[in-house]
T-cell receptor, first 115, second 112 residues
Framework: NAGVMQNPRHLVRRRGQEARLRCSPM?????VYWYRQLPEEGLKFMVY????????ESGMPKERFSAEFPKEGPSILRIQQVVRGDSAAYFC?????????????FGPGTRLTVL | AQSVTQLDSQVPVFEEAPVELRCNYS??????LFWYVQYPNQGLQLLLK??????LVESINGFEAEFNKSQTSFHLRKPSVHISDTAEYFC??????????FGAGTTVTVRA
């Protein structure tokens, strides 16, 4: 059973470009979570999605950031018009259920660098 | 809002020596506590967790952590480390929901 897959592992963008980060959850998992780790800081919750639904996006910046988890295919975190402050590691996690004590399985992360 | 502080960013340790990684949290309500480990080029893996009950929790590979409510701490210990324990360790807390808040991480480097 493959773990959570994220691609690309490293992404370089120039200011103003778009960044698309992909996350394929573990087989059988229908709950996906995105976290961001800024330099020298801990991971911070961004958004929680189930198939075709955004459950909680309270950690998402109000502008330029969006996330989706379509019926088919991976979850996508999209950042429009990237700025240098978006440079960070973005981690995706998945779980089979959304209960509070349910273990979240993490991917290896995508390192985004904005030039 | 809750927050997590990992007091050491780097911990070098010799093989077979003990190690302690310190974690303090702040929250005005009851929390769940977790330790995750990240090996190079891999995702974070759950090492152990405290939800309720006994304040001492153990992992299958010899780590243990103790929940201390009065000191709001959840320090991680291992009496004898191996080279394979070289990794980054993250302490995390949740307000008994799905949102995990992480500390900045502690890099453990085990030397022979």
């Amino acid at each position: 059973n493959a773990g959570v897959m994220q691609n690309p592992r490293h992404l370089v963008r120039r200011r103003g470009q778009e960044a698309r980060l992909r996350c394929s959850p573990m087989k059988g998992h229908s709950h996906v979570y995105w976290y961001r780790q800024l330099p020298e800081e801990g991971l911070k919750f961004m958004v929680y999605l189930q198939k075709e639904n955004i459950i909680d996006e309270s950690g998402m910046p109000k502008e330029r950031f969006s996330a989706e988890f379509p019926k088919e295919g991976p979850s996508i975190l999209r950042i429009q018009q990237v700025v240098r402050g978006d440079s960070a590691a973005y981690f995706c996690a998945s779980s089979p259920r959304g209960t509070q004590d349910n273990e979240q399985f993490f991917g290896p992360g995508t390192r985004l660098t904005v030039l | 809002a809750q927050s997590v502080t990992q007091l050491d960013s780097q911990v070098p340790v010799f093989e077979e020596a003990p190690v302690e990684l310190r974690c303090n949290y702040s929250s005005s309500v009851s929390v769940y506590l977790f330790w995750y480990v990240q090996y190079p080029n891999q995702g974070l893996q759950l090492l152990l967790k405290y939800l309720s009950g006994s304040t001492l929790v153990e992992s299958i590979n010899g780590f243990e952590a103790e929940f201390n409510k009065s000191q709001t701490s959840f320090h991680l210990r291992k009496p004898s480390v191996h080279i394979s324990d070289t990794a980054e360790y993250f302490c995390a807390v949740s307000l008994r929901d799905y949102k995990l808040s992480f500390g900045a991480g502690t890099t453990v480097t085990v030397r022979a």
